[in-house]
């Protein structure tokens, strides 16, 4: 009888090993490399891809309207210089909004229709640096403080959200509005909105 016991024993214990390699291997996550321009909706919330695709589609209908086309014919066909400033977010969610303007930023620069300059964070650092380059540099390679280029027009705008929901399905609703706003008069020469609305299907989902 003992001996059956043991077998009965060595059997769980057999199993029971079996058991947490297959729970093993189960928690294992499966890692899959994406384009970084894939679209690839998870939560159904604000990503990446809505990010890129906002900033791309707003910047190029900023940069199609009048108001360019009257500052470089006021100003011998010179490009104007262009600064992002605070874009809000005013949603529910919590995005990351410094994504957001880097994207639009890169939009406005590689447009190349536009001049683009350095925050004021960024200005800080380079000011450090010209400082220090006073004191270390030669006098033919050192940049001279006072020549900056002012900004012309500033980008500034927010991110708000309309959340709907019933039983399993929700209703996710994105809005941005962008202004560019004239630095010398802070008349808004142009004002862009773009829309999103997301359906999401969970089973009992909670929100």
Known sequence: M?????????SIILFLGVLA????????????????????????RWNDADSRMVSEEMIRDC?????????????GGNPPTVIVGRVRNRSHEHINVQTFVKDLERALINSGRVQFVASRGERAGVREERLDMAKQASEETMKAPGEEIGADFMLIGSINTIRDEAGGKA?????????????????????????????????KAKW
């Open 63 to 75: 940069l199609d309207r009048p108001w360019l086309e009257r500052f470089m014919e006021k100003h």
């Open 2 to 10: 003992g001996k059956i016991n043991r077998c009965r024993v060595g």
């Open 171 to 203: 209703v996710m609703f994105y809005q941005t509005n962008l202004e560019l706003i004239n630095m010398a008069n802070n008349l808004k020469v142009w004002v862009g909105e773009k829309k999103i609305k997301k359906l999401i299907k969970r089973p």
């Open 21 to 44: 390699l297959f729970a093993g291997c189960a928690s294992t996550p499966k890692v899959e490399r994406k384009a970084v321009d894939t679209t690839i909706d998870i939560s159904g």
